[in-house]
């Protein structure tokens, strides 16, 4: 069931300033080298001989290596391995080993495969490049440099590691224009490029035309020992098998080295074998430091296969280096000064430090020149695709641009007390469907837990490998490789809005993914059900107790719990527009979202602009509070009742919903004042959580009332009252303080 | 290198109750059956003929099935099937469809194949057991009741999932007598399990002699689909397939149904053969549910295998139930009061709801009857083994019985500030290199980067499939992995205090492994060196910002952050008597213990004393200060700095450590207003972390410096400046409170 937007929601973009960005830094382009799409699936001729272009919309873009032979070649690649070596020295830190290793695939990759631009490194239809390795940072800056992206200066390279540079540690996509995804976290990478080659899939499924093809484009990785020891990997890669992303091709640079050692001592296993088992192509090449034609032929051979591709590539850490090749010395530590005197005699160097022979800048300039060429090829194409087909080009424009279709919020639904009480889980399923249809570029699925977390989207089918074209992801369960796969999506198209969903307490599993989507600033939404003791009898194992605080303390995301069904469509709101940095930072903040499990009323006071401010006034607003409760989710009920009976002594009582601390704090003092006076010191916090932290709110003198141990497996509601999260507590706390 | 103790050190346990609890229960037993060691080699004979024992202390202890028909054995099976249905429906809460399919294979291993002695749970010697599918927890209820364990009662199977029954709804080791590990969480149960070998295999070797085999059993595991997508069962059954645990048998229930559906949806790849190219044996019983032979075949070929066996059992999730069967529907919902009829009608079942044939008492009581033998042969190779190997006999029952060397802390040094100021990592390595010396069950290792967590144990060579009596763990680049098979070590023999290492960051990487640590009391230690933005250049993906707060907010673990050489001594003293229980709730408490890259000088006023107390005063401790810093780790001696200059301008300023705030929050009111004086109200924090929580100890008149923001990659030393963590910032904040 493909999508069918109105014309009126999508084909409008509110402001669209990255398209018009996009367009014009297109139109300045000329020339192209095609082959027709039929060709495509024959073998290309390689080497000195290129292909010749047919100019037809209908074309798959075709890359063709420059003329140079292999002196030419490993001059270039000597390059890129002494560039990093003198960057790791001039900052006294970083890793030299697998550039000098990886120098040799890495050309090849960018400068006979790679279909990019340089100079417009967001060309939508770009081949994407994934240095799951992170450590090897400098091999990529080394790369962008001499293929010319202007993120990546010369003067960049000698500020490796430092304050306020283009070149931090590990490659930071918010840092460096070019690259893709923010590396380092071993195994994050070759997940996130799991997730850009899944979105490729479904995007060429889903607006590809027999006579028109916008989308097609592939993933590259490199990844180490490392990567593939992590189980994030191995999640990442089943999935990949499962959905037959043909289009993900990864090198694994099997260098036999890592910190510990040599990987014998504890990485023994048949990668290859797990990897075939795993449903992908695998192929091995021998010698990855000298033998360019069997690498070539591996990517090739790799681009024609329908599965994954898996190239072991056994290469020298530290190549060059004739004291320190091949252990773990030269992984991370500069080489030295006397080291690197060897090394540049033993590879008959004659060049000075972060001096680059400016045959090779033609050489790999080559970038340059054929990606210009691809990419006003394929604008032209882009231009013919509009006209005809207007309405998947308005799709397909909201997510190339990230602009939101105008009046998208008005999808979301509003409640009244009179609306029967529902488990916010049930809430964010009409929201999820809701936005669905209003957003093309909102998709996503659930670790194995779609009936319970209710994440559907009833309007489209499963994305599967033969159905790529449908927006119901199934992740199996493996959340730590679903989260790394959502956020490859958010940051293959910035208007893409993944979700992915499991159960609150399984955060733990994927921490390191929400972390990341935070710090590099991808907008995915994590849907998370099933928030509290609430959830009663699979316990304490399913129990989130500390989850609530653990995300509040991260930084650049949002940590959203709504008590009903306005709040809710509230969270959603929010989660969207900080998705696509619509906050006073003005970056993409991703959300974690907690549901409950259980039902809950519809509250008179809530709503979507109140949610928007954080923390707001629900109950007895109105003059100074005798007392105020600031409750969350399925406590909020209680605090209500709770302030009534209060109420009924004769004494003022506020109810404050915090549906989300980070947004309270966006807003300016006056705000946070009218919602918690200063001079109102007696507070109560109620939470099915534990309270650290909550004395920011109920200050030296408040109580908080929360769950400051693990749960128990029991009934929902006998827990509650076993530990004390009741009315009559908020009740008798609230007494105290009065 | 195998470790050789004093026996000062060792054979005078501190207080030997648990030791002196098992020798009592033991002296009890009669009889047993025993093969020689030769014969173990053989296959040995199975069915309804038994093996003649021989009685020597040199035999391996075999176990023999109990004589009964197919019949007889399906009675049993149908018991554990109907009992597990009864209880998930008196409950209205669970998941009968797993117990119903593996019902047949797992009364194969509890009544044919392990050795076990229901009435002694805790016997050193026993096979292990662990359903890592949890949820399918009334399996493992009816097993343990039908067998005998006198934690499961018939009325405990009535109060499933009910507040304080000794059935929760997952198996639950700290609830339940006779469970060994907590599992739900899917995949930890399967990665404690290769702990849990691997500490039998460590122990075998170490302890077993020519002549007298102490330590011979086997672990058995029941694992599901969801098990096997989850990255942390790849990472853990790689290292098993590495250190080749020969004596790791797991069955894999292959039901093809998982809660999403089929697992067509998300799951294709060919388990078996992953398995293989992981170094495992495996094989596939194409049908669980009625063919006994092929299963018990494969068990015994499992156990012949010198590798770990994978055996992948194709059953039928809720076999016997008409309508339900093979559908998702009998996954995790009772049966109801029709399918529950119609499911004894189709299985020919006669009996009532909750009703157990004498006669399948009479079977399955096999297993009191034989393991009470085997406990009584063990116990007298053991009582010879004290006499001829007196001093292995020490160090192993320090082991078995968890009790803690008399004078073990005395191998924690002191420093004074004229010792060279150091990195806490490296203190951190002192104290792990001491305390392996000093305590025979002390052992552990990291994940790929033991020279840059500093945790090599210098005095001990590597565990590895060939020298498994040694004491250092490679764990790969498998945190999730690590920490799990950590927990399982440490809830193999109570007297394992079993570290694992990584950066403090990587935390998030093995977050649930490091609850179920907490949840379960496994006291493992966890060593998190790099803890903050001082380690520099590596950079935001490197640096921890909200850890500290993370594990604050996490029950029943201790956070130490010590900040010279003498808190770390502390620490480690308080991570040790935590993980032995010493503290107000008398269980086992797990310690995430965080330590520097970056060197600190050595304090005149730290001490291990202090430490135990949490928060404790280094300075200005006389009188009432008039402001008070509260500072933790590195930032302890910018904040003593900060109060010296405070103190040059002629007011009076104290400085409070901040080392471990549960340890604080243990202390009595008197103590913690010692340190924090309540009218003292002028109070500043400084961490290198996030600020959330503070306003616990600064109240809302302090001020808390730190950072509320991801890191960058730049110099240490610069990341302060420009972050505002400086002496500076301290006394500007100070002065501004007093």
Known sequence: MPTVMSKSCVLAPAGCQHAARVSSARSS?????LVSSRQAFRPAARGIIAIRAQAAPTATIEIAPPKAGEEE???????IRFLSIDGVNKANSGHPGLPMGCAPMSYLIWNEFMKYNPKDPMWPDRDRFVLSAGHGSMLQYSLMHLTGFESVQLDDLKQFRQWGSKTPGHPENFETKGIEVTTGPLGQGIANAVGLAAAEKHLAARFNKDDMKIVDHYTYVILGDGCNMEGISNEAASLAGHWELGKLIALYDDNKISIDGHTEISFTEDVNKRFEALGWHVQHVKDGNTDLSAMRNAIEAAKKDPRPSMIKVSTLIGYGSPNKADTHDVHGAP???????ATRENLKWNYGEFEVPPEVYDLMGHAQKQGAEAEKKWDETWQQYKSKYPEEAGEYESIISGDLPSGWEDALPTFTPEDK???????????????????PGFWGGSADLAPSNMTLMKQFGDFQKDTPQERNLRFGVREHGMGAIANGIALHSPGFIPYCATFFIFTDYMRASIRMAALSHAGTLFVMTHDSIGLGEDGPTHQPVEHLASFRAMPNILMLRPGDGNETAGAYQAAVLNAKGKNPDGVPRPSVMAFSRQGMPNQPGTSKEGVMKGLYTVHGGDGKPDVIFIA???ELCLAIDAAKEIESSG??????SAVCW????DQDEAYKNSVLPPDVTARVSVEAGCTFGWERYVGSKGKSIGVDRFGASAPGPTLYKEFGITKEAAVAAAQSLM
Chains 1, 2 share one sequence.
């Open 29 to 33: 382009l000329r020339g192209a080298r």
């Open 662 to 665: 980070e947004l309270f704090e």
């Open 335 to 341: 080489l030295g000064k006397d080291e690197t005197a």
């Open 651 to 656: 004494k003022k009582a506020r109810v404050v």
């Open 421 to 439: 009480g529902l488990a916010t889980r049930l809430h964010s399923q009409t929201m999820l469907n809701a936005l669905a249809t209003a957003i």
């Open 632 to 634: 969350s989710g399925s």
């Open 73 to 79: 070649i490993f001059k270039a690649i000597n390059t």
